[in-house]
């Protein structure tokens, strides 16, 4: 029996967030004071404490800043998809953000490659964001 | 009060260890106790003379007040307590909590515990999940990191940015293995080499399973009282110069950088209050839940180069005897016991004894100043402490 992958439950913090993915778009929060964008969701800007915030829609495009290739899963649901990439990004706007690098190359990721976002469905037609090489496909 | 004000003002004088490794026959809470019990008879106080009990947290026994059951335990009634969490840093904030309580008179002797049966106590499957909690339960749990992958992740961009190898890891890790078997109570009884490192079962890439702390059974304790009131006491006190700490994020991807960290912070707060710098150190004991660890700690400590902290391993730097400064003279996490928050206690204990010259093959000559680094999360939170056997 394959056991399901983990679902992240939405918040009041996040479910734009999610909602947005569901849409295959990457938003983001960014400050309507001084212009940060941030990650993870929060209820006010990290740089300057601002409450105000505008959830926008960002390029999808990054960076490889470092990865890793999973041999032992944390949990059941992950063992049958070792070896699998987990990387940090920098995205284009500024955060970092963890995602996995998935696609048939994933496993040749190196630091500073390019990466682009898709959509993997989960249950319930949940949908994460996830990154793959932009190497030869850049749009 | 200023920090400076603690200077000199309290002491470590009692130090225990549990029985460590696997040891089914004891709970969390008896490992505890059982170090509690060995660290009051070292320093010749008894229960009756204590005021003060600080402990952390417990994955394996998950008490909501671990500090007040743990009193219960033991049968004590303080007039401070207090279960503290900032991960692998806890002991050495506990240390600092301990010291500020003296210091302005709140209390006058306090024990200082920590420890878990992780090794025995749950499945290993349910350890490895259990420490998943560190993760972001939304953005980071559906990708299926663990905590080596973070730390993997740490190491892979200091090998990409200071031409750090998997060789002076895995030298880390032999490093720490040699100094436990100078260690009649470590975990590990059994030599290595870096070859067995390198061929080691891969865990996250580049870290192998040898490139990770183990999961033992263990407590640990120690007692700070007054510098005055250790005069009068059995053991030879060890003087607390300076401490510092510093907080930079809890997840990996908010922390300001992935090869500089706040131990450089922690380490410069407690070298200004202590009026020293790092070529005062005689001997320093650095957490290594992986081999990257130390590696990173010793460039931030001042100890040596950034960048430059491999080569100090691999080249036989970190070995008592080695001519420079010993790194992890008790086997550290990787060889000596890793369990919770007692893992990093363990750096305290050993700094004590070295203090104290009683180590034996493993002791380091006139070691008269020693430098103690925890950290916790994913080099998230940081505490650096400097001890000596004098005043400073």
Partial sequence: MTIELPVPSANADSQPYWAAAREDRLVLQKCSDCGAYRFYPRYLCPDCWSENADWVDVSGRGTVHS????????????????????AIIDLAEGPRMITNIVGDDALGVAIGDPVAVTFETRADGFKLPQFQRALETAQ | MNPSDMKNKVAIVGVGESDIGKVPNMT?????????????????????DVDGLLTAYSMTEPY????????????????????MVVGGATPGVMLKSAAQAIASG??????????????????????????????HPYFEHPYGPTIPSFYAM?????????????????????????????????????????????????????????????????????????????????????????????????????APSLTHFGAEQSGGTAFQMAGLGPADIDVAELYDCFSIVPIIELEEMGLCEPGAGGTYFEAGH????????????????????????????????????????????????NAEVALVHVEGGI???????????QPG
């Fill in chain 2, 379 to 389: 080099m998230s939170s940081h505490c650096t402490a400097i001890l000596a056997n």
């Fill in chain 2, 28 to 48: 969390g809470l008896g490992l505890n106790a059982q170090a509690a019990k060995r660290a009051l008879d070292d320093a010749g106080l008894k229960p009756g």
């Fill in chain 1, 67 to 86: 990865f890793t290739i999973v041999a032992r899963a944390p949990l059941p649901a992950f063992r049958e998809k070792v070896p699998y990439v987990v």
């Fill in chain 2, 154 to 254: 740490i190491a892979a961009r200091h090998m990409h940015e200071y031409g750090t190898t998997r060789e002076q890891m895995a030298a880390v890790a032999v490093n720490a293995r040699n100094h436990a078997l100078l260690h009649p109570n470590a975990h590990m009884k059994t030599a290595i080499t870096v070859e067995d490192v390198l061929t080691s079962k891969s865990i996250s890439d580049p870290l192998n399973m040898l490139d990770c702390c183990l999961i033992s059974d263990a407590g640990g304790a120690f007692v700070v009282t007054s510098a005055e009131r250790a005069r009068d006491l059995a053991a030879d006190p060890a003087y607390l110069l300076g401490i510092g700490e510093y907080h930079t994020h809890e997840h990996l991807t908010c």
């Fill in chain 2, 106 to 135: 709140q209390a006058d002797t306090i024990l200082v515990t920590a420890g878990e049966n992780r090794a025995t106590g749950v499945s290993r499957d349910q350890a490895v999940q259990n420490l998943t909690a560190v993760g």
């Fill in chain 2, 64 to 83: 909501f007040m671990l500090g007040s059951v743990l009193c219960e335990y033991l049968g004590m009634t303080p007039r401070l307590n207090a279960s």
């Fill in chain 2, 318 to 365: 970190a070995a008592v005897g080695g001519g420079h400064v010993p790194i992890n003279t008790h086997g550290g996490m990787m060889s000596h016991a890793h369990a919770g928050a007692a893992g990093g206690l363990f750096a305290i204990v050993e700094a004590v004894r070295q203090l104290r010259g009683v180590c034996g093959q493993r002791q380091v000559t």
